[in-house]
């Protein structure tokens, strides 16, 4: 099993949605990313060069989740997996899980909506 980087809780502001409330309003979001790697080499040698800049993604994650507005949320986190997996090459996959915490619906029971998707390189 490969090593994980696991970034928790990132609280971003977006207009995804297919209610125009969605849209026009927008609403928070938190992402969860789990990034898998080998993390020997960063152990040994205590050097940004061999692992993943955290800080970095959490930017990239902002940009995509703040970024132009989706209808699903599906396509939110489809884009963020893709855009991780093509940045940081040392991953070998990432799991990313998008959560709605005031999903719009007409039954007031209902809490929040997540998605989670995992992809490979």
């Known amino acids: 099993?490969?090593?994980?980087?696991?970034?928790?809780?990132?609280?971003?502001?977006?207009?995804?949605g297919v209610e125009e409330a969605e849209q026009g309003l927008g609403q928070n979001f938190v992402v969860d990313l789990l990034m898998e790697l080998d993390l020997k080499q960063a152990g040994a040698s205590?050097?940004?060069?061999?692992?993943?800049?955290?800080?970095?993604v959490y930017q990239l994650a902002?940009?995509?989740?703040?970024?132009?507005?989706?209808?699903?949320?599906?396509?939110?986190?489809?884009?963020?997996?893709?855009?991780?997996?093509?940045?940081?090459?040392l991953l070998t996959a990432v799991?990313?899980?998008?959560?709605?915490?005031q999903a719009p619906a007409h039954d007031p029971a209902l809490g929040s909506i997540t998605v989670e998707l995992r992809r490979e390189r």
């Open 95 to 101: 799991t990313v899980r998008l959560n709605k915490p």
């Open 46 to 56: 205590d050097d940004l060069a061999d692992t993943v800049n955290y800080a970095a």
């Open 62 to 89: 902002r940009t995509i989740v703040e970024g132009p507005a989706y209808k699903l949320i599906e396509t939110v986190a489809s884009r963020l997996a893709a855009a991780i997996l093509s940045d940081y090459h």
């Open 1 to 16: 099993m490969a090593d994980r980087l696991l970034l928790q809780g990132l609280r971003f502001y977006g207009y995804h």
